[in-house]
């Protein structure tokens, strides 16, 4: 059974994997993008998604996405 995510679970998740901050005050389901506060202190958006399962956990400045070839 797949677990159902609130904005509380998602805020946990982030402050114990991450060293990011989240933003975002509401959550309205998985393709919703959310934003983040970076360690550097840049902000960033990305889906929670992609923050959890595709290890995008910081920045662009902080981690570059990887170019496709």
Known sequence: M????TIDSIKEFVE?????????TEYHGF?????????CGNTFE???TKFKNKNQR???VCQPLKEAF
């Open 31 to 39: 393709s919703q993008k959310l934003q983040f506060e970076c360690a």
């Open 46 to 48: 990305k889906s929670f």
């Open 2 to 5: 797949n677990k159902q995510w």
């Open 58 to 60: 910081k920045c662009e």
């Open 16 to 24: 114990k994997n991450s060293d990011s901050k989240l933003l975002t």
